[in-house]
């Protein structure tokens, strides 16, 4: 049950697109498709923004957008705004039990 | 609207127990899985424990087996986390999540003497 490794940081400016990786394992990402996003502001709970890889929950804007390729997933988050200066966590199914990413803050510059 | 209220949180001394409650309120409590997911102080999120919508299934994380129980009581649209033996590294939030999509707004557990 080893925690899926992503970047501690990302940054980018209003308007511009960030890309964040998740890596996982063969017994995790890289075999199911139960890749989930979730956003954190400080203080609050996380919040759902992609799940089983690219789908979107209502009401999360299509500017949020993941794939996946083997044991990777990726967050994308186009068109930058204030509001998405937050912790980024991907998760994944893994059998039996779930794993977290450690984390990684977006800096919106 | 979805609604997941933790409680039962609080100071415990290491080798104590507590039992936390998430209500929910808004959806069909009983025709979904649930999960209990921590977050220490300034760390990343650490998923704990799920149960199966009827009860039927339970998994944990190693960190937790054997210390910490998942049940449910879909009578009472309630989910609960008996939890023994407390470590000082269980401090924590601990999140109540319905299906890992919508999430309560955490309950914090202090580990200590």
């Known amino acids: 049950q080893s925690a899926l490794t992503q970047p501690p940081s990302a940054s980018g400016s209003p308007g511009q697109s960030v890309t964040i990786s998740c890596t996982g394992t063969?017994?995790?990402?890289?075999?199911?498709?139960?890749v989930s996003w979730y956003r954190q502001h400080p203080g609050k709970a996380p919040k759902l923004m992609i799940y089983e890889v690219s789908k979107r929950p209502s009401g999360v804007p299509d500017r949020f957008s993941g794939s996946k390729s083997g044991n990777t997933a990726s967050l994308t988050v186009s068109g930058l705004q204030a509001d998405d200066e937050a912790d980024y966590y991907c998760s994944s199914y893994a059998g039996s039990n779930w794993v977290f990413g450690g984390g990684t803050k977006l800096t919106v510059l | 609207q979805v609604q997941l209220v933790e409680s039962g949180g609080g100071v415990v001394q290491p080798g104590g127990s507590l039992r936390l409650s998430c209500t929910a309120s808004g959806f069909t409590f009983s025709s979904y899985a649930m999960h209990w997911v921590r977050q220490a102080p300034g760390k990343g999120l650490e998923w704990v424990a799920f149960?199966?919508?009827?009860?039927?299934?339970?998994y944990y994380a190693d960190s937790v087996k054997g210390r910490f129980t998942i049940s449910r009581d879909n009578s009472k649209n309630t989910l609960y986390l008996q939890m023994n033996s407390l470590r000082a590294e269980d401090t924590a939030v601990y999140y109540c999540?319905?299906?890992?999509?919508?999430w309560g707004q955490g309950t914090l557990v202090t580990v200590s003497s």
């Open positions: 063969s017994s995790d990402v890289g075999a199911y498709n139960y």
């Open positions: 999540a319905r299906s890992l999509d919508f």
């Open positions: 149960i199966r919508y009827d009860g039927n299934n339970e």
